[in-house]
């Protein structure tokens, strides 16, 4: 599983180099957060667990939609994080709920 994905990592990284016409390895420094919020949104378990790559999928496409709109709104970027968090934690908090029930 490691291999594997080291080399989709790999892939991509092959991939970003070839969209941007250079390699700078601080390009995606920083969007650790978006990733977690958009796994979390997917409904994987923090914890470990279950989760699907197309829930994934539409976690990614719900975090870029959100990101995108709080640009066009004028929303300064560190609100923007904190607006992220507060995905995260809304997430966690309604998959917690459902659970229970």
């Known amino acids: ?5 080291g080399l989709l990592a790999g892939i991509a990284g092959i991939m970003h180099v070839a969209s941007n016409r250079l390699a ?13 919020a958009a796994v979390i949104l997917g409904g994987a378990r923090i ?12 976690g990614v496409i ?3 939609l959100v990101n995108n709109v709080l640009i066009l709104v004028g929303i300064p970027s560190t609100w923007q994080l904190a607006i992220i968090g507060a995905f995260i934690v809304l ?11």
Do not use: H, Q
């Open 24 to 36: 700078n390895p601080f390009d995606l420094a920083g969007s650790e957060l978006e990733v977690i």
């Open 47 to 58: 914890t470990g667990g279950s989760g699907s790559v197309v829930g994934t999928l539409l």
């Open 1 to 5: 599983m490691f291999a594997y994905a």
């Open 62 to 64: 719900l975090i870029t």
């Open 91 to 101: 997430a966690g908090m309604l998959f917690s709920i459902k659970r229970t029930r």
